[in-house]
Structure formats: C-alpha cells, structure tokens
Nanobody, 124 residues
Framework: QVQLVESGGGLVQAGGSLRLSCVVSGRTFSSAAMGWFRQSPGKEREFVAALHWLIANTYYTDSVKGRFTISRDNAKNTVYLQMNNLKPEDTAVYYC?????????????????WGQGTQVTVSS
C-alpha cells in the first residue's frame, strides 16, 4: 500500500516562504515522477511542479517558475516544494502525487497515488 503524506502548509503573508514535504512509504519509486498540484475552491486541480525521482529533471508551471523549487531526498523518501515570494493567488490545497511510470506529466490523471493535501493560505 503506497502512502503519500504531506506536511508544511500554513498561513503566511505575501512575500513569505513555506516548504512543503511529502513522505512516500510502502514502495520504492526509483523510476517514478513525483508531482505537486494545487486546488482552490471552485477551480480544477492545477499542476505546479514535477520531478523525476531517478534523474531529478524538474518541470514547473509558468506562474511559479523562479519562486518554487521541487527537490527530493532519496534517503528520506521525501519530496519537497520550497515556495518563496508567495502571493495570495498561491492560496490552495497542495497535493503530492506519484506516477510510477515516470512520465513527468502535467496531467493529474497520469498520477496514480495522491496524498491528502495540505492547506496553504497567503494573506495580502
């Protein structure tokens, strides 16, 4: 049974920073892609960033480039999303996801495993 557990969300003022963590347990994803998505009330789930676990290639949506960084710690089986210069429009529930086929896709439907989400609220 694969489990993804996110943490690190919270309330921060605009311009502040947060680091989200996603701990993966139950399976080793040596060739998987890990993604971060977010969803605001009334909106569809949106791709934020992805990383290939083995070769560490990274992908970002345009609105977070230069502000967010996705990374991983193999020893801890953990993926991170460092978020700097946060803006009110970044407010959402952030989800960690895993694609065992390693596609690095921006499509939520390509990810088989999902965490429960962590709330990020950015005040103006």
């Amino acid at each position: 049974q694969v489990q993804l557990v996110e943490s690190g969300g919270g309330l921060v003022q605009a311009g502040g920073s947060l680091r989200l963590s996603c701990v993966v347990s139950g399976r080793t994803f040596s060739s998987a892609a890990m993604g971060w998505f977010r969803q605001s009330p009334g909106k569809e789930r949106e791709f934020v960033a992805a990383l290939h676990w083995l070769i560490a290639n990274t992908y970002y949506t345009d609105s977070v480039k230069g502000r967010f960084t996705i990374s991983r710690d193999n020893a801890k089986n953990t993926v991170y999303l460092q978020m700097n210069n946060l803006k009110p429009e970044d407010t959402a529930v952030y989800y960690c996801a895993a694609d065992s086929y390693g596609r690095g896709s921006r499509a939520a439907g390509d990810y088989e495993y999902w965490g429960q989400g962590t709330q990020v609220t950015v005040s103006s």
